[in-house]
């Protein structure tokens, strides 16, 4: 060798490789130990902050295409809030009990939109009777598709399904929970990018570099560093807003830019408590409750990611499949409570939520019920909430870049159990995460075209059923990768080692492992009466 000597030979310790770890290391607080109060109030009123970003976006884009104007927007995001806040609470006392928040979803717009569309509907010319007629539709469809969840989740059948569940297929299923969702980072932070870069920028540097820069006792800046960039940026926005910088620009750059063009502080009442069936008795049709229900699986799958992600950020061992199928059943309840009190959407686990326990480092239980508690109270008094509401909603989309990352990554976490040297495992995670992006990106792009899915037959229902379940990405990754991984030489045992299964056993059933009972074992000795297996 030219040059001199040889390089050292590397010490035997450098080349050892990661150790594989059940519970990811480095987590503040895990979910049964909550940080002091104050702490914890505050990263709360963090979650609240970021969960309201899909609160707000969701029936700002549904609202006025159903008839409703500014009043009605206001009595149903704060709707939306209320039951948000009754779900998650739901959910971390007797569901999964992870630091998940159950929000409204993307999943439910294409249906509930088909719903807007329908021919019944279109003779109808007041404004506000339209919105409640068609409110009142989305209400049933909701109703009849919690049934689907509710069932496959608490008669154990979803159990079953995810006992099959290797660490291999969980890969695509989670990593895309959260890559999937790509449309609704950049894109939506470009609609005012001079806001929402910003925010992005200012982040990342509060969360990542300046913790690192100043060495301070407690870490401040990286566990509150989204009410830090909200604050600086909301403020700057607004400065802009005042000093007349969008006085000419076009009415789509204004209602991005603005902090006061949400019409929201004006219309909201100062104190109203929603209540069930607030718009009328719901009115109940079976071609929509199909494509609600289609929505409802796939909002099932994608909770199944998501809880799987959440888990992980929690520190907690993977979930028991008994632990998951309860989860999915009160997320179904979750679902009918949509139905009852008219949110216009259904409910799923939110995936920006899950990535917040990233960033903080916080997986506590205790921290996500105190911001259902800020949902619940601020949905209660209108005007409050209302000035939290009309942030714009490029700085939320600035926040899902890093959030929605996280929780991508997180799937990737899982590779670790897996040999990536055996083509097996190759052929079924790149070509399911592949079609799991190229698939969903046909409908997608169909549909922007021309203005309906590429399955367009008479039946209206049958439409939406398909095009609705191959518009999912995690959907259509999980569904190949779970198909692929359970088919191909599962016999084989070397195979069965390659995808990792084997690291799982111990936690398919709640009673072999002992952290199982402690991390989801259900309050008030209620195990004794709903035994999990």
Same mark, same amino acid.
Not at 89 to 100: D, E, I, V
Not at 267 to 281: E, N
């Given at each position: 060798?030219?040059?001199?000597?040889?390089?050292?030979?590397?010490?035997?310790?450098?080349?050892?490789?990661?150790?594989?770890?059940?519970?990811?290391?480095?987590?503040?607080?895990?979910?049964?130990?909550?940080? !002091?109060?104050?702490?914890?109030?505050?990263?709360?009123?963090?979650?609240?902050?970021?969960?309201?970003?899909?609160?707000?976006?969701?029936?700002?884009?549904?609202?006025?295409?159903?008839?409703?104007?500014?009043?009605?927007?206001?009595?149903?995001?704060?709707?939306?809030?209320?039951?948000?806040?009754?779900?998650?609470?739901?959910?971390?006392?007797?569901?999964?009990?992870? !630091?998940?928040?159950?929000?409204?979803?993307?999943?439910?717009?294409?249906?509930?939109?088909?719903?807007?569309?329908?021919?019944?509907?279109?003779?109808?010319?007041?404004?506000?009777?339209?919105?409640?007629?068609?409110?009142?539709?989305?209400?049933?469809? =909701?109703?009849?598709?919690?049934?689907?969840?509710?069932?496959?989740?608490?008669?154990?059948?979803?159990?079953?399904?995810?006992?099959?569940?290797?660490? =291999?297929?969980?890969?695509?299923?989670? *990593?895309?929970?959260?890559?999937?969702?790509?449309?609704?980072?950049?894109?939506?932070?470009?609609?005012?990018?001079?806001?929402? &870069?910003?925010?992005?920028?200012?982040?990342?540097?509060?969360?990542?570099?300046?913790?690192?820069?100043?060495?301070?006792?407690?870490?401040?800046?990286?566990?509150?560093?989204?009410?830090?960039?909200?604050?600086?940026?909301?403020?700057?926005?607004?400065?802009?807003?005042?000093?007349?910088?969008?006085?000419?620009?076009? !009415?789509?750059?204004?209602?991005?830019?603005?902090?006061?063009?949400?019409?929201?502080?004006?219309?909201?009442?100062?104190?109203?408590?929603?209540?069930?069936?607030?718009?009328?008795?719901?009115?109940?049709?079976?071609?929509?409750?199909?494509?609600?229900?289609?929505?409802? /699986?796939?909002?099932?799958?994608?909770?199944?990611?998501?809880?799987?992600?959440?888990?992980?950020?929690?520190?907690?061992?993977?979930?028991?499949?008994?632990?998951?199928?309860?989860?999915?059943?009160?997320?179904?309840?979750?679902?009918?409570?949509?139905?009852?009190?008219?949110?216009?959407?259904?409910?799923?686990?939110?995936?920006?939520?899950?990535?917040?326990?990233?960033?903080?480092?916080?997986?506590?239980?205790?921290?996500?019920?105190?911001?259902?508690?800020?949902?619940?109270?601020?949905?209660?008094?209108?005007?409050?909430?209302?000035?939290?509401?009309?942030?714009?909603?490029?700085?939320?989309?600035?926040?899902?870049?890093?959030?929605?990352?996280?929780?991508?990554?997180?799937?990737?976490?899982?590779?670790?159990?897996?040999?990536?040297?055996?083509?097996?495992?190759?052929?079924?995670?790149? /070509?399911?995460?592949?079609?799991?992006?190229?698939?969903?990106?046909?409908?997608?792009?169909?549909?922007?075209?021309?203005?309906?899915?590429?399955?367009?037959?008479? *039946?209206?229902?049958?439409?939406?059923?398909?095009?609705?379940?191959?518009?999912?990405?995690?959907?259509?990754?999980?569904?190949?990768?779970?198909?692929?991984?359970?088919?191909?030489?599962?016999?084989?045992?070397?195979?069965?080692?390659?995808?990792?299964?084997?690291?799982?056993?111990?936690?398919?059933?709640?009673?072999?492992?002992?952290? $199982?009972?402690?991390?989801? $074992? &259900?309050?008030?000795?209620?195990?004794?009466?709903? !035994?999990?297996?």
């Amino acid at each position: 060798m030219a040059g001199g000597g040889a390089a050292p030979a590397p010490k035997a310790d450098e080349l050892v490789p990661h150790p594989v770890k059940d519970q990811l290391p480095n987590v503040s607080y895990c979910i049964t130990s909550p940080p !002091p109060w104050p702490e914890a109030i505050l990263l709360g009123f963090q979650h609240y902050l970021v969960m309201l970003g899909t609160t707000v976006i969701i029936p700002t884009a549904l609202v006025p295409q159903m008839g409703g104007g500014n009043d009605e927007k206001a009595r149903v995001i704060q709707t939306l809030l209320f039951v948000a806040g009754i779900n998650t609470l739901l959910q971390t006392f007797f569901g999964t009990r992870l !630091p998940a928040v159950i929000g409204g979803s993307y999943t439910f717009v294409a249906p509930t939109i088909s719903i807007i569309l329908a021919g019944r509907y279109n003779d109808i010319v007041d404004p506000h009777r339209k919105f409640l007629r068609i409110m009142r539709g989305t209400q049933g469809a =909701l109703i009849i598709a919690s049934t689907l969840q509710i069932i496959v989740g608490f008669s154990g059948l979803w159990r079953n399904v995810t006992r099959f569940l290797s660490p =291999l297929s969980a890969v695509p299923l989670v *990593a895309l929970a959260g890559f999937g969702l790509y449309e609704l980072g950049f894109p939506a932070v470009a609609k005012c990018v001079e806001i929402g &870069l910003p925010t992005l920028i200012i982040l990342i540097a509060i969360s990542q570099y300046v913790p690192h820069a100043i060495r301070s006792e407690r870490p401040v800046f990286d566990r509150f560093a989204v009410i830090f960039s909200i604050a600086i940026v909301w403020l700057y926005a607004y400065f802009l807003t005042i000093g007349g910088a969008y006085k000419h620009a076009r !009415p789509k750059t204004q209602s991005h830019c603005r902090t006061d063009r949400s019409g929201l502080v004006s219309s909201a009442p100062w104190i109203r408590v929603p209540y069930p069936f607030q718009w009328g008795a719901p009115t109940f049709d079976a071609g929509e409750a199909f494509a609600m229900m289609a929505a409802a /699986f796939v909002g099932l799958v994608e909770s199944t990611g998501t809880f799987i992600a959440v888990s992980r950020y929690a520190s907690a061992t993977p979930l028991p499949p008994s632990v998951l199928s309860r989860g999915i059943g009160w997320q179904g309840i979750g679902i009918l409570l949509d139905g009852m009190f008219g949110t216009a959407s259904g409910s799923t686990v939110s995936v920006e939520n899950a990535g917040l326990l990233a960033l903080t480092r916080i997986g506590s239980r205790r921290v996500v019920q105190i911001s259902a508690g800020f949902m619940i109270f601020f949905s209660i008094l209108g005007k409050f909430g209302a000035v939290f509401a009309s942030i714009p909603a490029p700085i939320f989309a600035a926040l899902y870049c890093l959030f929605f990352a996280y929780v991508g990554s997180v799937g990737l976490t899982f590779l670790q159990f897996c040999n990536l040297n055996s083509f097996r495992t190759k052929f079924i995670l790149g /070509f399911s995460i592949f079609m799991g992006l190229s698939v969903p990106q046909y409908f997608n792009e169909y549909t922007a075209v021309a203005g309906y899915g590429p399955v367009h037959t008479s *039946a209206r229902w049958f439409n939406d059923i398909v095009n609705v379940i191959f518009s999912s990405e995690p959907f259509v990754a999980g569904l190949v990768a779970f198909f692929l991984d359970n088919t191909l030489q599962r016999r084989n045992s070397a195979v069965r080692k390659d995808r990792g299964y084997h690291w799982w056993d111990k936690f398919r059933s709640f009673r072999i492992d002992t952290r $199982s009972e402690e991390f989801y $074992s &259900l309050p008030f000795n209620l195990n004794k009466f709903f !035994p999990s297996v």
